[in-house]
């Protein structure tokens, strides 16, 4: 009753209420365009690349994208070439001058990093689309470089930059931090298929099932651990000197300074 009750408040907030609905809808737009294949893909060849996808890294890589990696859609790359470009520009704040003193000039310092991580993002993505289009697609392709490989890495690379103002959006007019909420819902959008392939796996192995409720039981005291590592809050007792004015006195209350743990 309690939770309902949150939910019916929060939902008579107008501005919040706005604000969950944004979310929803670029989440929605997000979730659309993971099953917009690129143009030209032979659907009989990408189920072979659907069945490579289900094991090793290019499964990893498929549940980051919420299956957009093995539909070969036009957000297949997903936002993790961002990622990429955002790592090497904190590395490059760390070991190039020019790049610590931007660092230091405040808010104009940090709308240039921006710029640099786009630009960058971008040599990342011209990189990645024939590489994926080649490794990972492969047989599906159906022309050349000029007619079809470099017109497909344009869209690839268009469509992960959408994805990436869907974040900021996300960020600016929605609810929480975009680019981990697109991250998340992509985790959460494969979730039940990995499930239920790992199910299929260990159900008729012997202790399977003994190993599939291990997994399920580690798997919730993850997700725990990291709740509270986020939340977790240490109070750091504060005592303040006691004033008297006149006949009173005042202060001497023990209160709390609450410190976040992974601060």
């Known amino acids: 009753m309690g939770f309902v009750q949150t939910v019916s408040n929060i939902w008579k907030i107008e501005d919040l209420r706005q604000r969950i609905l944004i979310t929803i809808g670029f ?11 690129l143009p030209g893909i032979n659907p009989e060849q990408l189920v072979a690349l659907q069945s490579n996808a289900s094991t090793g890294l290019l499964s990893l890589l498929d549940m980051f994208s919420g299956g957009a990696f093995a539909n070969a859609s036009i957000f297949a790359l997903g936002i993790m070439p961002y990622i990429s470009a955002s790592i090497v520009m904190q590395l490059l704040g760390i070991a190039v001058p020019a790049f610590q003193k931007m660092q230091r000039e405040g808010e104009s310092g940090r709308t240039k990093i921006n710029q640099y991580t786009r ?16 490794g990972a697609v ?6 050349g470089f000029w007619d079809w490989v ?3 890495t344009l869209i690839l690379a268009g469509g992960s930059m959408f994805v990436l103002w869907l974040g900021e959006r996300i960020t600016d007019k929605g609810v929480g931090n975009g680019i981990s909420f697109i991250i ?4 959460i959008a494969r979730l039940p298929h990995a499930l239920v392939a790992e199910y299929d796996r260990l159900i008729n192995a012997p202790g399977g099932l003994i190993l599939l409720l291990l997994e399920l039981l580690f798997l919730v005291a993850v997700t725990a651990a990291a709740i509270m590592l986020v939340q977790g809050v240490r109070k750091v ?10 006949n009173k006195q005042y202060g001497g209350v023990r209160q709390y300074i609450p410190l976040k743990v992974n601060a």
């Open 27 to 37: 989440i929605a737009i997000y979730r659309f365009g993971s099953f917009v294949v």
């Open 119 to 134: 630009y960058l993002t971008v040599a990342i993505l011209l990189l990645q689309g024939p590489a994926y289009l080649y």
């Open 138 to 143: 492969g047989g599906a392709i159906p022309g």
């Open 150 to 152: 470099l017109p497909s």
């Open 184 to 187: 998340l819902i992509g985790i």
């Open 237 to 246: 007792p504060v005592q303040y000197a006691k004033r008297i004015v006149g």
